[in-house]
Structure formats: C-alpha cells, structure tokens
C-alpha cells in the first residue's frame, strides 16, 4: 500500500475524489472508492495532459464526493441487463469553484460502472484534441457547449453498445 503513496502522484490521481460508496455508506448504491483509483490510475497510464482535470465520483444523491462541482463528475446509478442490476453511472461535466462558480451539467446516458474509465477517457480525449492552449477544461465545456458533449457521450455509448 505505501508504494501508492506519494508527495508526487500523477495527474488524475491527484484531482480524483469519492464519496465512500456502498462498502461504508448504506445511502450508496455503488462501490466508488475502488472505482475511482481504477479510473484514475487508467486516465495516468493512458493520457498524458497539461491541463488539471477534477474527477469526482458519488455513489448516491447525497453527494458527499461534491459532484457538482468537478470538471467532470460521476453519480452512481444501477441498470437492468439480462444479468441482472449492474452498477452504472451518470455522468456532468463543466463544473468549477471560484470567480464564476457553477455546478456541471447531467449528460443523458448511463455508463456501465465496468465501461466507465475508458467512457471518461474518451470524454477527456475529446477535450484534448479540440481545446485551445492553455483552456480549462471548464472554459472548454462554455466554448463548445454541453450539447457537444452530450453528442459525443451519445456516440461513445453507441459505439460500446455495438
């Protein structure tokens, strides 16, 4: 375990919080503490990026891992498949405290709680490629809109589903 402690983590890692999810709180319908790490240890091996992207993640509506406000934020949800509840989440982006403070926006679309660090790597991907330098990824979420995200959430979900 001190090996994962570090006065340096890598990008993701750092700006990635969760509530304590369904192992420690009987309110959450998801595990997040565990998902979190995954997702953000496969953001760290997979993109490499500049820019300070907050990621958190809630296993119910209480939002004790304050959702709304990250740039990109994951609320816990369960859907029905043919093999039965699995875990899933919703997902808000462009959220920011400070001058200008402002919760994100839902983006329609459950994302299997198994599909989600590469549906957030593909999310964040899309910021990458079409950002101006030095934007934020909130400032980026203003520019080109949510509709712009949702379309791309649209296809990613497509594009999984196939």
Do not use: W
């Given at each position: 375990?001190?090996?994962?402690?570090?006065?340096?983590?890598?990008?993701?890692?750092?700006?990635?919080?969760?509530?304590?999810g369904?192992?420690?709180?009987?309110?959450?319908?998801?595990?997040?503490?565990?998902r979190?790490?995954?997702?953000?240890?496969?953001?760290?091996e997979?993109?490499?990026?500049?820019?300070?992207?907050?990621i958190?993640?809630?296993?119910?509506?209480?939002?004790?891992?304050?959702?709304?406000?990250?740039?990109?934020g994951?609320?816990?949800?369960?859907?029905?498949?043919?093999?039965?509840m699995v875990?899933a989440?919703?997902?808000?982006?462009?959220?920011?405290?400070?001058?200008?403070?402002?919760?994100?926006?839902p983006?329609?679309?459950?994302?299997?709680?198994d599909?989600?660090a590469?549906?957030v790597?593909?999310l964040?991907?899309?910021?990458?490629?079409?950002?101006q330098?030095g934007e934020?990824?909130?400032?980026f979420?203003?520019?080109?809109?949510?509709?712009?995200?949702q379309?791309?959430?649209?296809?990613i979900?497509?594009?999984?589903?196939?």
């Amino acid at each position: 375990m001190f090996e994962r402690l570090t006065p340096n983590p890598k990008p993701f890692m750092s700006r990635t919080v969760s509530c304590t999810g369904n192992e420690f709180c009987n309110l959450a319908v998801v595990e997040t503490k565990e998902r979190a790490r995954r997702v953000a240890e496969y953001l760290d091996e997979n993109i490499e990026i500049d820019e300070k992207i907050r990621i958190h993640m809630i296993g119910c509506p209480n939002a004790c891992g304050q959702k709304h406000i990250a740039d990109i934020g994951l609320q816990g949800a369960l859907v029905k498949t043919p093999d039965g509840m699995v875990d899933a989440f919703d997902i808000a982006v462009g959220g920011i405290l400070g001058p200008g403070a402002t919760f994100n926006t839902p983006l329609k679309g459950r994302v299997k709680g198994d599909e989600v660090a590469g549906v957030v790597a593909q999310l964040v991907l899309f910021y990458k490629e079409r950002r101006q330098a030095g934007e934020s990824f909130h400032a980026f979420v203003n520019r080109v809109g949510v509709p712009a995200f949702q379309e791309k959430l649209t296809e990613i979900l497509t594009a999984v589903a196939s």
